[in-house]
């Protein structure tokens, strides 16, 4: 299918960022942490860079005076909505929130109820946000602010590239794939539901094994195509990580680029981190062994200074390798070591952390749930970060652990493998199984015991550039190509 040309604009001004979280008005993963940082950091390069996000409970709750601005009746397959502008709390990047309380005002997450089921009308609730995202970026936008591009963000956001298509394409369109794995699927018949023509449902197209798939329509639709790492963008064009979408990820190779995510370096900053008991730095990192201490001392861990600390911050899913970490949990205790894991997912693994905590009083520790401050804490206090992701298209955790001197411990995967180097500043697996972490955990359970060695691994990560201010100049160069039609 042939594909409409763009207008062409000499200088990138203003983008739209359509997202379905944004730290701090709503939090699931990764996400949200990206569409509160990279815009923050595309308005200090001089971008006029505004997001988009569903009017949840939560987000209404955080926003101070938002101000309607525009109303939405009579689209296609949707409920009647209006739009608000209001600010992040903390960077003060504007914000449109959609405002559609039928659609987003529920006592569960933005995805799923409180038992965990999906709700069953996804594909309105996020068809409406694509339908809003790409009207804002065409000619019938109710306002003065026009985007030069429009960025969207995983599947929730996917239908927006194939509204621009079908409008004559006024805007040019860029689709980030933060997890492939996450799709969007629903029944074909949502198709003209969602007021897109029926033509749109084939392979060249929305049509994915028989179903419709919001990311598909952005994959396929999209100008360009961006990932969160250099070595997922290269993985996910081939089997098994390309998810079924390898074959179409293949053929826009050309328009696929892999862009290594940034952290906050303010927010997670060991030298000035309100969550941490003491400062420290790579130049005086003798404050490390403090929060440590105090780490020990608060989840009850003895309080052991040559016991090495392992930690994990993670959802407690098969992806993350947590159940690896079940297996091995023994032997690190058995060598000396201890165990300190926060987050929550699988029931399974929630309830083996659980006997784990009653095996080893005082050597292992799970909190589950969510705590940021003890997310930031943990990084502080522990010596290695346990982080054997299955697949993991970037991670953010071990590039907060690097900064932390909490030395990684990775599977060669995804941004794992972009930001961890093998025995220079953490240690990658040879093989990713239980026995190959096992294997890796006792290679840097031998350097621990070299304090000079491991002060050396510990300061090289510290040392490293994670900033957004690299990787938004990255993103900055890709959106005039794809304005350009490159």
Not at 15 to 42: C, M, Q, W, Y
Request: some cysteine.
């Amino acid at each position: 299918m042939r594909r409409a040309s763009c207008p062409k604009t000499e200088t990138m001004k203003n983008v739209l960022f359509a997202t379905s979280e944004a730290r701090p008005l709503i939090k699931t993963g990764g996400l949200a942490d990206v569409s509160s940082a990279l815009p923050a950091a595309l308005r200090e390069l001089g971008i006029d860079c505004r997001l988009l996000l569903p009017g949840y409970r939560q987000v209404l709750a955080m926003l101070d005076n938002p101000l309607e601005v525009a109303r939405f009746q009579g689209l296609t397959g949707f409920i009647d909505s209006r739009l608000l502008l209001g600010a992040m709390p903390d960077s003060g990047t504007p914000v449109y929130v959609l405002d559609a309380p039928a659609y987003f005002v529920r006592e569960g997450g933005p995805y799923h109820g409180n038992d965990g089921i999906d709700y069953a009308d996804n594909a309105e609730r996020f068809g409406l946000l694509s339908r809003v995202a790409a009207l804002l970026s065409g000619p019938d936008t109710p306002l003065d602010w026009h985007p030069d591009l429009l960025h969207c963000n995983d599947w929730q956001t996917g239908l927006a590239p194939a509204y621009l298509h079908f409008a004559g394409r006024p805007a040019a369109s860029v689709m980030t794939i933060h997890n492939l794995a996450f799709q969007g699927i629903f029944s074909p018949d949502m198709t003209t539901r969602l007021g897109l023509p029926p033509e749109s449902f084939q392979v060249a197209g929305l049509e994915y094994y028989g179903s419709l798939s919001f990311l598909k329509a952005g994959l396929f639709y999209a100008d360009r195509i961006t990932t969160v790492s250099p070595t997922y963008a290269r993985e996910i064009q081939q089997e098994p990580l390309g998810m079924g979408m390898q074959g179409l990820l293949a053929t826009r190779a050309d328009r696929l680029t892999g862009i290594l995510n940034g952290i906050d370096t303010a927010d997670w900053n060991p030298s000035s981190d309100l969550h941490l008991p003491c400062e420290y730095s790579a130049r005086a990192p003798s404050g490390k062994r403090r929060c440590k201490a105090a780490l020990q001392a608060d989840l009850g861990l003895d309080v052991a200074p040559e016991a090495p600390l392992f930690g994990v911050v993670s959802r407690l899913t098969h992806q993350k390798g947590l159940d690896w970490i079940v297996q091995i949990a023994p032997g690190i205790i058995d060598r000396g070591g201890q165990l300190a894991v926060l987050g929550t997912g699988d029931k399974a693994i929630e309830a083996a952390l659980r006997d784990l905590v009653n095996l080893y009083p005082g050597r292992v520790s799970a909190t589950i749930g969510y705590d940021e401050a003890l997310s930031h804490r943990i990084e502080a206090g522990a010596d290695l970060f346990l982080m054997p992701s299955r697949f993991e298209p970037c991670g953010l955790n071990q590039m907060y652990s690097l900064r932390y001197g909490a030395v990684p411990v990775v599977t060669d995967t995804g941004g794992l493998a972009d930001t961890v180097e093998n025995d220079i500043n953490g240690f990658v697996l040879a093989d990713a199984s239980a026995h190959g972490l096992w294997q890796t955990v006792e290679r840097a359970l031998a350097l621990f015991a070299d304090k000079t060695a491991w002060k050396h691994m510990m300061l090289a990560g510290m040392t490293r550039d994670f900033s957004w201010e690299r990787s938004a100049r990255e993103y900055l160069r890709m959106y005039e190509q794809a304005a350009a039609g490159q």
